[in-house]
T-cell receptor, first 112, second 114 residues
Framework: SQQGEEDPQALSIQEGENATMNCSYK?????LQWYRQNSGRGLVHLIL?????REKHSGRLRVTLDTSKKSSSLLITASRAADTASYFC????????????FGKGTLLTVNP | GAGVSQSPSNKVTEKGKDVELRCDPI?????LYWYRQSLGQGLEFLIY????????KSGLPSDRFSAERTGGSVSTLTIQRTQQEDSAVYLC????????????FGDGTRLSIL
């Protein structure tokens, strides 16, 4: 399977703490994206990092990409209860520019 | 502006019935995608449209599944003779033209086959 893998599968933290989620993948990629999914809702695009980038920031989000290790991490700083959701990494691979491959996701719970 | 709209939001039907799921993409988005999300699973790619044509139908699980898109806008996903294993959330996404764009998702149709 070319599916990505996130770890941990589930993460529970207190408000104000930082949350780190990791993603590993198996193929060459053009870019890697992170999405959030609240319960019962669709996915919301958070951030995209290109294969020639190593780190990217957006607000409280920080994404890193290590193409040599085929891995990425998403850091959410100063977490809030509203950050409670599932987080997925996704990437275009194998020469495709439309077929996103998703990991199985990390369920983040931020306790007030 | 309006996001991706899917209907119905929930559908319960008996095994063997046909169902039709609708997706209304963001205006101007030429690319449209269908995914399936089953409990405990990741997202499974089903089909991709560029305009009204579907260059890649490789993800459709069986010949009971079909999809069409008309006018470069609304798309319908049809499942014939539904089976219990078809129970899942069916998500639609759209994106603007160009390589490797972020995709914008609807809230999905939760399909339950009794």
């Amino acid at each position: 399977s070319q599916q990505g893998e996130e770890d941990p599968q589930a993460l529970s933290i207190q408000e104000g703490e930082n949350a780190t989620m990791n993603c590993s993948y198996k193929t060459s990629i053009n870019n890697l994206q992170w999405y959030r999914q609240n319960s019962g809702r669709g996915l919301v695009h958070l951030i995209l990092i290109r294969s020639n980038e190593r780190e990217k920031h957006s607000g409280r989000l920080r994404v890193t990409l290590d193409t040599s290790k085929k891995s990425s991490s998403l850091l959410i700083t100063a977490s809030r209860a509203a950050d409670t959701a599932s987080y997925f990494c996704a990437y275009y691979s194998g020469g495709s520019n439309y077929k996103l491959t998703f990991g199985k996701g990390t369920l983040l719970t931020v306790n007030p | 502006g309006a996001g991706v709209s899917q209907s119905p939001s929930n559908k319960v039907t008996e095994k063997g019935k046909d169902v039709e799921l609708r997706c209304d993409p963001i205006s101007g988005h030429t690319a449209l995608y269908w995914y399936r999300q089953s409990l405990g699973q990741g997202l499974e790619f089903l089909i991709y449209f560029q305009g009204n044509s579907a260059p890649d139908k490789s993800g459709l699980p069986s010949d009971r599944f079909s999809a069409e898109r008309t006018g470069g806008s609304v798309s319908t996903l049809t499942i014939q003779r539904t089976q219990q294993e078809d129970s899942a959330v069916y998500l639609c996404a759209s994106s603007s033209q160009g390589n490797n764009q972020p995709q914008h998702f609807g809230d999905g149709t939760r399909l339950s086959i009794l």
